[in-house]
């Protein structure tokens, strides 16, 4: 059974969801970590080059551990041995067939 806090959250999830799609984003509400990185995952095919810029979230979640030992073509500008390396690695990521970054801070309403 879901408490108070959880059916706050989904309520709210769904709302926001609602209101971004009306802005032509794709959106999806997780209850948690494990469902938001299965998600995650399943929107990504095997194969593709992956990069990403500040994910915090994608982070927190596993999902950048998840990309660099998965099946896809991880661009991970940690590796670098340079800071030159990095600088590469870092425009190299913005062709990347998926980019993954975070939102800073998202309203009610739909917007970034």
Same mark, same amino acid.
């Given at each position: 059974?879901?408490?108070?806090? $959880?059916?706050?959250?989904?309520?709210?999830? =769904?709302?926001?969801?609602?209101?971004?799609?009306?802005?032509?984003? %794709?959106?999806?509400?997780?209850a =948690?970590? $494990?469902?938001?990185?299965?998600?995650?995952?399943e929107?990504?095919?095997?194969?593709v080059?992956? #990069?990403?810029?500040?994910?915090?979230?994608?982070?927190?979640? #596993?999902?950048?551990?998840?990309?660099?030992?998965?099946?896809?073509?991880?661009? %991970?500008?940690d590796?670098?041995?340079?800071?030159? $390396?990095?600088?590469?690695?870092?425009?190299?990521?913005?062709l990347? %067939?998926?980019?993954?970054?975070?939102? =800073?801070?998202?309203?009610? %309403? #739909?917007q970034?």
């Amino acid at each position: 059974m879901a408490t108070p806090k $959880e059916l706050y959250y989904e309520k709210r999830g =769904n709302m926001l969801m609602k209101n971004l799609r009306s802005r032509h984003f %794709d959106a999806y509400y997780c209850a =948690n970590k $494990e469902e938001a990185l299965a998600k995650a995952l399943e929107l990504i095919p095997e194969g593709v080059t992956v #990069g990403w810029g500040g994910a915090q979230s994608a982070e927190d979640i #596993g999902l950048l551990e998840a990309i660099r030992k998965g099946p896809y073509q991880a661009i %991970d500008r940690d590796t670098a041995k340079s800071p030159a $390396e990095r600088v590469a690695l870092m425009k190299k990521a913005l062709l990347s %067939d998926v980019f993954i970054v975070g939102a =800073n801070a998202l309203s009610l %309403d #739909g917007q970034m």
